[in-house]
């Protein structure tokens, strides 16, 4: 729907190609694995809940320095990882179940959204840490905290291309 409404308002065209970009590979560091698999069935009562007040799998929080995750795979936290690090991070852990964890580090205003904060002003629960914390970086906190790393390299990335846009058409 949002695609017809791009083609029908902006006359737009694009097309997808596949181009060697930096990438991150997400793997398992060399001490292993810190994260706690996920129990099936969990209700977490003292974890995050949905809108309708139950706790589950598949939700997370993000906070000012802060990820918490409830049974989540690794191909959703890469994800989470190439939204915000403005990088594709590849999930190369092997590890296939869903799983708990906390991140916590200090946050980098030069990321993306949950890295950051909140971007209407206001502060978030965790403002508790000032920029100037001396926390650890995504990168050391995924690390020690996690047992992962991120191993910058080069691969093939999906790209999207604009062809064509034109100013929007009246209503």
Avoid: C, W
């Avoid at 995050?48 to 959703?76: C, H, N, S, W, Y």
């Avoid at 852990?93 to 950051?116: E, H, M, R, V, W």
């Avoid at 403002?127 to 926390?135: A, I, Q, R």
């Amino acid at each position: 729907m949002l695609r017809a409404l791009l083609v029908d308002r902006f006359r737009l065209t694009v097309h997808r190609e596949t181009k060697e970009l930096p990438t991150y590979a997400l793997v398992v560091a060399k001490n292993g694995s810190k994260l706690h698999e996920a129990k099936p069935g969990d209700t977490y009562p003292n974890g995050i809940k949905g809108p309708d007040g139950v706790g589950r799998q598949g939700l997370m929080r993000t906070e000012r320095g802060r990820v918490m995750g409830q049974g989540l795979d690794m191909a959703f936290l890469a994800q989470l990882l190439t939204q915000q690090l403005g990088r594709t991070v590849l999930d190369k852990t092997g590890l296939t179940g869903n799983y708990d964890f906390i991140l916590q580090f200090k946050p980098d205003d030069s990321q993306g959204g949950i890295f950051k904060g909140l971007e209407s002003g206001q502060p978030s629960p965790a403002d508790t840490l000032s920029p100037d914390s001396s926390g650890p970086s995504i990168f050391t906190a995924l690390q020690e905290q996690l047992g992962l790393k991120l191993e910058s390299q080069k691969g093939s990335v999906e790209i999207l291309v604009v062809d064509h846009a034109e100013k929007p058409s009246e209503n």
